[in-house]
């Protein structure tokens, strides 16, 4: 165990990003278990926070086998799974509308915070294959940020070779081998509820509300 629990995780991971204090960051946090870590994260570095919507595709009969991830704008299959276009055309336009309609659950009617010339910070509470990231960077690359960082409290070695030579930074408190699992790094590692997540959310904006950002 390395954390108590998601609030701790991400004050280490604070102080591994405080060169990014006010520089004009978007932090995108992956629901569910992301976006406990994604406010604090937003909250220290003054920093905007928006929601990196994904979901993994499953294969046909079997759900639970993940094939590739989904977003409201991209799709990524790995290179070695034989699947039916109709299937994934199906599954994919499926998944899409179901994460478009989470947005609006979280978000209400608030556009997504623009990226262009910003610094984006992606962050989850961990990250295992680094699949559903992977997926997501194409999408972001194509709004032009200053730059990509990735950011999260453990992650395993296989993500890190994976995603680091793609974007700016990968930072992360630890990568310990073997990665058994993210949940096994956590004292507390309970799963996250929309209204969780809706109170966070709602809480970040309250606070910045108040708080003066100069």
């Known amino acids: 165990m390395l954390f108590k629990n998601r609030q701790e995780a991400a004050m280490q991971l604070v102080i591994l990003l405080k060169d990014y204090y006010k520089q004009n960051v978007v932090v995108l946090a992956i629901p569910r278990g992301g976006v406990p870590v994604g406010c604090i994260l937003a909250k220290k570095l003054h920093a905007e926070l928006d929601l990196l919507m994904t979901k993994k595709i499953g ?18 299959i790995e290179n070695d799974v034989a699947v039916e276009q109709t299937y994934l055309q199906a599954e994919t336009k499926r998944i899409q509308e179901q994460l478009k309609s989470r947005y609006a659950l979280f978000r209400g009617n608030k556009s997504p915070v623009p990226l262009t010339g910003k ?8 990250i295992a294959t680094g699949r559903t990231i992977l997926a997501a960077l194409p999408a972001i690359q194509k709004k032009q940020p200053a730059e990509i ?6 992650c395993s070695l296989q993500a890190r070779a994976r995603l680091e030579p793609l974007v700016d930074q990968l930072i992360s408190c630890a990568d310990p081998d073997p990665f058994i699992g993210v949940g096994r790094f956590y004292d507390n590692f309970e ?4 209204l969780q ?8 904006e309250e606070n910045t509300t108040h708080v003066p950002k100069n």
Not at 191 to 194: A, G, K, L, N, P
């Open 197 to 204: 997540v809706l109170s966070l959310l709602q809480s970040l």
């Open 149 to 154: 960082v990735i950011a999260t409290p453990v």
């Open 59 to 76: 294969a046909p009969g079997n759900p639970e086998f993940a094939i590739g991830a989904v977003g409201p704008d991209f799709i990524l």
């Open 191 to 194: 799963e996250i509820t929309d």
């Open 119 to 126: 610094t984006v910070i992606i962050t989850d509470d961990g």
